[in-house]
DNA sequence: CAGTGGTCTAGACCACTGC
DNA sequence: CAGTGGTCTAGACCACTGT
């Protein structure tokens, strides 16, 4: 609802231009929000270009969250101003590769069980459910990365009962022996209780990084786990421009 | 280069049952890291549809990570089999209101001075720049959920030496007088301090999760924050499903 | 019920890159 | 240099939703 002279620097892809320019407005606070931005067929007429090309960079913009798109009413400036960062979880493996270091593994434990209680009242597991749970590390040039403690559903994998995870780390098996559809990720501090410490050649009491994984395969939980770094470790995320591709 | 009878579910849009068909053959494993996918004029053929549906499933299956696009080469399964998943940084006022409780701030210290060593020799700041360097806290309905420690750029925003940060929480601020174009995080665990553990009304040595914040415009870094929360606190983070829209 | 965004088409030209 | 993906166009129909 402001004065539409939006300027395109010429630089990249059309749909990109747009996409800056907009987010431009939008950052700068010349739009702001809850501001009605320019109907799609309006930014056609201004900027001389065709609606799907308009469209992808509303599109993506909406994807980050910068605005909110309503069928018959509009595009709005979001109101909830947030920042987005893309996380990107690698297999350990990989990361460890990547580091040039050489990567290492070692079962802790390993049994089937009930699914703990835990789980079951967290609504993880349904209770009574036969799991196996699982306690690994992972290793970069001999010295400790992660510690693993993960729970596989056997209703779900029966094939886990029979893998004794002594050489294969469980999530590159699991990848191996289940499509998963779905996962979702939580993220918070802890701090070493003395069999951790342990594990991960830390002091008690030193403050880790967890990463909680829950995968899905169609409706039912097919493993959760457990990812603690040392603290030490920084996990990067991803870079957010507001002006660049989503 | 397997058989490549995509089975499409006939539910939701075109693009999204082309994602969800690709993505499931890749979870699956029947298209395996490395392996080519079908050309998009292949898939358009065998598909029955237009380039334009086509390509914007494998746009977002390589957004996402799961495919890595070639010219002249064409479209293959990633080797490195990574999740992603979209963290989102919501502003703390927003969080707390969010949570139907009452947001508080408190202004802990304000002073201009000159940009500190740790953050010169990490080349954040160049050395010398004159830096206004601000800790707050922001509480929900009373209790401490977030510490904040940071610095401003005055030769970025020399509006910011004017300012006292003793109403208004920094980030806000900033918000509303900065056009930022980029932001960088890190995520990571530390173990409280004494003073931090005063002012988050925890333990000392309790684990905590901080998320560093380096905020560009153009090509300059206009601000660096810790922002420090009580290691109780989990920080969702979004879900990620392959066969769904990225 | 009218207007917006969501999706889709059947073309097109071009940049890049393996061969 | 030929073939792939990257981008763009000028249309179209439809679902949803404010009014």
């Not at 089937?112 to 609504?123: D, E, I, R, V, Y």
């Amino acid at each position: 609802m402001t004065d539409l002279a939006l300027q395109l620097d010429g630089d990249g892809p059309l749909y990109e231009q747009i996409r800056r320019a907009i987010a431009l407005k939008i950052t700068s606070r010349q739009w702001r929000p809850g501001d009605r931005i320019p109907f799609e067929s309006e930014l056609c007429t201004t900027l001389q270009t065709s609606r799907m090309t308009v469209n992808k960079a509303l599109q993506s913009l909406a994807d980050d969250g910068l605005i909110v798109r309503r069928r018959k009413a509009g595009s709005f400036v979001a109101t909830q101003q947030s920042v987005q960062a893309p996380l990107t979880i690698a297999k350990i493996e990989d990361e460890v590769a990547a580091d040039g270091k050489t990567y290492g593994y070692e079962l802790v434990s390993c049994k089937a069980l009930k699914a703990p209680g835990k789980l079951t009242s967290a609504h993880i597991f349904p209770r009574g459910l036969d799991v196996v749970h699982i306690q690994c590390r992972h290793l970069a040039d001999g010295v400790p990365v992660l510690f693993e403690d993960r729970y596989i559903n056997l209703k779900a994998v029966p094939a886990a009962a029979d893998e004794p995870f002594n050489e294969t780390p469980p999530g590159s098996w699991l990848l191996e022996h289940v499509p998963w559809t779905e996962a979702e990720h939580a993220i918070y501090a802890v701090s070493a209780d003395p069999r951790l410490a342990e594990h991960l050649h830390i002091a008690v009491a030193e403050a880790c990084l967890r990463i909680e994984r829950r995968t899905w395969a169609d409706d039912e939980t097919v493993t959760f786990v457990h990812l603690t770094y040392p603290g030490n470790r920084r996990t990067l995320v991803g870079r957010f421009q507001p002006g660049q591709r989503g």
